[in-house]
């Protein structure tokens, strides 16, 4: 079963716009994890936070974590035609139980 | 730092036939992941190795999906006999931390299979 629910599950913007994607969990959380994936490809991660943050920054990438609501948001700043891809979210399990498990992702197009 | 190998980045077999994958992880990682990834959704974990026992297989298929991590490192997933369903991208991926407190998973490009 999959554990996170991105929103929106299509996000077209132009270039230099910011875009923001949301994604909603289930249960308690180790951490969330924001992955990218471009067409065809492998998936690369791009950043980490735990469940007692509530924000990150990484470059142009900003993460929120809401656990009371079972919620994160990345935000993409000044948004290039390469940041085109699918964005998933991926949450490892409280407790005992290390596995990550993926939403459906969004997928961002960046219009040049 | 070599990344992720997978073979082959492709395959096309027919329903009833077996197809073999097969993964190498990055050195020294000792965690191994298979997902699978059917067009338009997010990875499904298949099962994960701890060097080279089974963590978590709860979502294999095991009456026809059978995967092995010999001697810790390399890994290979195989189908047999394959449904029209199994067409999807087989992931592998590591990770140092087997926690996952501070790491990340690495991933292959993938291999995609398309069972006709």
């Known amino acids: 079963s999959q554990q996170g629910e991105e929103d929106p599950q299509a996000l077209s913007i132009q270039e230099g716009e910011n875009a923001t994607m949301n994604c909603s969990y289930k249960?308690?959380?180790?951490?969330l994890q924001w992955y990218r994936q471009n067409s065809g490809r492998g998936l690369v991660h791009l950043i980490l936070?735990?469940?007692?943050?509530r924000e990150k920054h990484s470059g142009r990438l900003r993460v929120t974590l809401d656990t009371s609501k079972k919620s994160s948001s990345l935000l993409i700043t000044a948004s290039r035609a390469a940041d085109t891809a699918s964005y998933f979210c991926a949450t490892v399990g409280g407790g005992s139980n290390y596995k990550l498990t993926f939403g459906k992702g969004t997928l961002l197009t960046v219009n040049p | 730092e070599a990344g992720v190998a997978q073979s082959p980045r492709y395959k096309i077999i027919e329903k009833r036939q077996s197809v073999a994958f097969w993964c190498n992880p990055i050195?020294?990682?000792?965690?191994l992941y298979w997902y699978q990834q059917i067009l338009g959704q997010g990875p499904k974990l298949l099962i994960q190795?701890?060097?080279?026992?089974?963590?978590?297989d709860s979502q294999l298929p095991k009456d026809r999906f059978s995967a092995e991590r010999l001697k810790g490192v390399d890994s290979t997933l195989k189908i047999q006999p394959a449904k029209l369903e199994d067409s999807a991208v087989y992931l592998c991926?590591?990770?140092?931390?087997?926690?996952?407190?501070?790491?990340?998973?690495?991933f292959g490009e993938g291999s995609r299979l398309t069972v006709l």
């Open positions: 050195s020294g990682h000792a965690t």
């Open positions: 991926a590591s990770s140092l931390d087997p926690r996952l407190n501070t790491g990340e998973l690495f």
């Open positions: 936070i735990r469940s007692n943050e």
């Open positions: 249960t308690s959380i180790n951490n």
């Open positions: 190795f701890q060097n080279n026992g089974v963590v978590d």
